[in-house]
């Protein structure tokens, strides 16, 4: 039987996790603190240690060490309620098998001990010299809802060898959840392949997916190493997968039921040992509806299914990506920036971001360079683009609020009346200076961010 240390400040989470463990088969002890747990690692062996991150006299940064010296084997799992994933990251890369967050989902829990337990995974530990996490990785991490149930499933299926699906649209960073998945998986020591299969034509997707020897076809001077065997030991990312060839697709399939590739040319088949994700921008199973990719493909790689969600669904990630790409743009500038001017914050706050964090990334560094060292970024340093889409969303909303002829009015209580005048004139005067909405606003007599609030509020109850 299986022994578990759990190790949480809260007797609560202790007895609520202690009996589930033991109803699933596991003998479990617990204990309240860093120093306690410690103590009982050194009389007895533990096959798994479940920890709270943040313990009264100690953190996961200062007692994993310690755990590590008395019990080098244990599979240590941390928990806690303010995921921060570049902290997670680092553990993961110094040993810890995962890093689960607050409240758990008992399966979740299982399911993770199951496989920590499992021969491949027991013993094993991440090297620290591992490549640093990019900071545009450690932004996949956000405070927004649908961010924070990404990362959970994220860190769920990382350490495994599913093959994965990632969708999610241009400029959302797929890429990035890529290589986290890879970070955090046993083959971090391994090399990560990424490769755009929307440049892939069909001439040459076998060739750079698969290999070719010398001769093979007209051009082939030399032999060629394909993607899969460059990812030996490691992860292959397909992106844009559904831009794949039908005949592409089918080679795929076949490598991948048999684990074995075949460059073109050659007779000889060669083992191959990756772990496959892919990520489109594009509903794959729309797709396989539509007869533009194979079902049986489709059921081979989708495993595990990650939906990253669009900026404009992360609302509270916005001024997180905002602040860090000013700043790391003005370490790069050798410039201080004081953030957003307010017209500029509503601007954002009320814009698409059809380009994702991409176009965020792209608006921002541009700015940067536009504007003065010390002061704040202004409507003036922003792409005619992104202006030019702002009014295009405000002249939907005005004919909303466009004004009615007389015999159109219904019947109206003094307060609506004056909300319906107020609309006419505000729409009147967008008019007049083209959508300017600072024009407007002068003209108006009222801040920028009132304007906006006027227009959403008319919006609202047209």
């Known amino acids: 039987m299986n022994k578990i240390l759990i190790i949480d400040d809260e007797i609560s989470v202790c007895k609520l996790l202690s009996g589930y463990l033991q109803k699933k088969g596991f003998e479990t002890e617990t204990t309240i603190s860093g120093r306690q747990g410690l103590k009982k690692l050194q009389k007895e062996h533990f096959d798994v240690v479940l920890c709270d991150y943040r313990l009264g006299d100690y953190d996961g940064s200062t007692i994993y060490p310690e755990i590590r010296k008395v019990n080098p084997d244990a599979v240590v799992i941390f928990i806690t309620g303010y995921v921060n994933l570049q902290v997670a990251i680092g553990l993961v890369k110094k040993g810890v098998y995962q890093y689960l967050e607050k409240p758990l989902r008992p399966d979740d829990l299982l399911d993770t001990i199951k496989m920590a337990l499992s021969s491949k995974a027991k013993g094993k ?23 924070k149930k990404l990362m959970k499933s994220l860190f769920l299926v990382g350490p495994t060898n599913y093959s994965v699906v990632i969708e999610g649209e241009t400029g959302t960073g797929k890429e990035s959840i890529a290589r986290l998945l890879h970070q955090c998986s046993k083959r971090c020591n391994g090399p990560f392949i990424p490769i755009d299969c929307g440049s892939l034509s069909k001439e040459i997707g076998a060739s750079e997916l698969f290999g070719h020897e010398k001769g093979a076809f007209t051009g082939a001077f030399s032999d060629k190493t394909g993607a899969f065997e460059l990812a030996e030991g490691g992860t292959i990312f397909l992106d844009e997968i559904a831009n794949l060839s039908l005949d592409i697709q089918v080679m795929l399939l076949r490598a991948l039921q048999e684990r074995k590739v075949r460059k073109l040319g050659s007779v000889k088949l060669k083992e191959v040992d990756v772990r496959i994700i892919v990520a489109s921008n594009e509903n794959l199973l729309g797709k ?9 493909l489709y059921y081979r790689i989708n495993e595990f299914n990650l939906k990253v969600p669009p900026l404009r669904e992360r609302p509270r990630d916005l001024a997180l990506l905002v602040n860090h790409y000013i700043e790391k743009t003005g370490k790069e500038l050798d410039k201080s920036f004081c953030g957003l001017d307010e017209e500029v914050e509503v601007l954002f706050n009320n814009y698409s971001w059809p380009g994702n964090i991409r176009e965020l990334k792209n608006t921002l560094r541009r700015a940067c360079l536009l504007t003065e060292d010390g002061a ?81 509020r008319f919006e609202v109850k047209a």
Not at 135 to 143: A, C, D, I, K, T
Not at 288 to 296: I, W
């Open 125 to 147: 530990h991440y090297p620290e010299e591992h490549n640093e996490v990019s900071p545009e990785q450690e932004l996949v991490m956000g405070r927004d809802e649908s961010t």
């Open 376 to 456: 704040s970024i202004h409507r003036a340093a922003l792409p005619a683009s992104l202006l030019a889409r702002d009014n295009e969303i405000l002249a939907d909303k005005i004919p909303q609020i466009g004004p009615l002829v007389d015999e159109e009015l219904p019947v109206l209580d003094l307060k609506s009346q004056a909300h319906l005048a107020e609309a006419r004139h505000i729409r009147k005067v967008l008019l007049e200076v083209g959508f300017n909405k600072t024009k407007a606003a002068e003209l108006l007599n009222i801040d920028r961010k009132t304007l906006y609030q006027k227009l959403k």
């Open 288 to 296: 396989v509806k539509e007869g533009l990719f194979r079902e049986d």
